[in-house]
């Protein structure tokens, strides 16, 4: 991939699928939909939640909780009151939970957050926390599935343990084909140069922190 493409700015490496609706990389489309169909020959109805996200999407997520529009929570998942924060706590605990715009893995079309449509009550709210991926879960069959199935198909969970940086998402899964090669190619000073350019809240705080950022929350990964 291309800057550009690595960093949210350009779509031209991805395909929207109408069924599911959800728009991944060309490279990942094969072994998702593949993976899906098994999923369902199982009883499992495995189903996007999340595909690629761009950058000025990504920007609205991070601002909105910058300015206290989008709830903030600690690691544990509690609410955090904005207005109590301080604008490094608030990096932090956005950093938790959201990707830093040019850094999210949903800009490569790789990655996909997922759920469980048939194990879903009817009128339930998917909320993507680990508790619904536990083993007494409302999706636990879909993420005891993924354990035993997803790597036949080149997928993985990057966030599957907590490594000091983004929270475990057991949600959250990575075509490693794609994946791992854009990671080696998003440099720390690419990133850098998209976010002086940027709009981001917080941009003097996010550039101070940013080497620390890029390790903890972009390089610290579990591996396939």
């Known amino acids: 991939m291309n800057e550009p493409e ?96 040019g850094g999210s893995r949903h800009h490569w079309g790789s990655d996909v957050d997922v759920f469980d449509a048939a194990a879903a009550p009817a009128g339930y709210k998917v909320q993507l926390i680990p508790s619904e991926y536990a083993s007494d879960g409302v999706f636990a069959r879909l993420s005891a599935w993924l354990d035993l199935n997803m790597h036949r198909y080149g997928f993985f969970r990057p966030y599957r343990t907590d490594r000091g940086g983004v929270n475990p998402e057991p949600w959250h899964l990575s075509y490693a084909p794609v994946s791992l090669p854009a990671l080696e190619s998003l440099s720390l000073s690419m990133l850098r140069q998209v976010l002086e350019a940027s709009a981001i809240a917080g941009k003097v705080h996010v550039l ?7 390790t903890r929350f972009l390089l610290a990964i579990d591996a396939p």
């Open 6 to 101: 690595l960093t949210g700015r350009s779509r031209s490496h991805i395909v929207d699928l109408l069924s599911p609706p959800c728009a991944l990389h060309y490279e990942a489309v094969a072994s998702f939909l593949a993976m899906r169909d098994a999923a369902a020959l199982d009883g499992v109805a495995l189903t996007p939640r999340s595909g690629f996200r761009d950058f000025d999407t990504q920007l609205l997520i991070w601002n909105a909780k910058w300015a206290g529009e989008r709830p903030l929570y600690d690691r544990q998942g509690a609410l955090l009151d904005r207005a109590q924060l301080s604008d490094a706590q608030t990096v932090e605990a956005i950093l938790h939970w959201s990707a830093i715009p």
């Open 208 to 214: 101070t922190r940013l080497p620390e950022i890029y």
